[in-house]
C-alpha cells in the first residue's frame, strides 16, 4: 500500500522559508511523477509545483522564483523548499503521488497534509 507521510510545515513569519518532506514508500517512487499541493480556507485545492519521472519540473505563477521542488530518488523522498514566504501561502500542504510519470492527470494517492502558516 502506498503511504506518503509528510513533514515541516509550521509558523513563520513573512520572508522567513520551511521546507517539506514527503517520505513515500510502496510505490513506484522512482518512476512516477509527484507534487505538490495546497488549500487555503475558502479556496479550492491548487497545484503548487509537480515533477515527473524525467526530472521536469513545473510551478504554480505565484510561487515561482520562490519555491523550489525536487526529489531524492535514492531515499524515496519528496521536498519543497519554500523562501521568502508570504501570508497568502499560509495554507494546507498535501504531497502527492501520480498513477504514471506524467503529471498530466490527476494524482491518485495524497498525503496527510502538513499546516503552513506565514505571518505578518
Known amino acids: 500500500q502506498v503511504q506518503l507521510v509528510e513533514s515541516g510545515g509550521g509558523l513563520v513569519q513573512a520572508g522567513g522559508s520551511l521546507r517539506l518532506s514527503c517520505a513515500a514508500s510502496?510505490?513506484?517512487?522512482?518512476?512516477?511523477?509527484m507534487g505538490w499541493y495546497r488549500q487555503a480556507p475558502g479556496k479550492e485545492r491548487e497545484l503548487v509545483a509537480a515533477?515527473?519521472?524525467?526530472?521536469?519540473?513545473r510551478y504554480a505563477d505565484s510561487v515561482k522564483g520562490r519555491f523550489t521542488i525536487s526529489r531524492d530518488n535514492a531515499n524515496d523522498t519528496l521536498y519543497l523548499q519554500m523562501n521568502s514566504l508570504k501570508p497568502e501561502d499560509t495554507a494546507m500542504y498535501y504531497c502527492?503521488?501520480?498513477?504514471?510519470?506524467?503529471?498530466?492527470?490527476?494524482?491518485?494517492?495524497w498525503g496527510q497534509g502538513t499546516q503552513v502558516t506565514v505571518s505578518s
Open positions: 515533477v515527473n519521472s524525467n526530472g521536469k519540473m
Open positions: 510502496g510505490g513506484m517512487f522512482s518512476i512516477n511523477a
Open positions: 502527492a503521488l501520480y498513477p504514471t510519470g506524467s503529471y498530466q492527470y490527476t494524482p491518485g494517492y
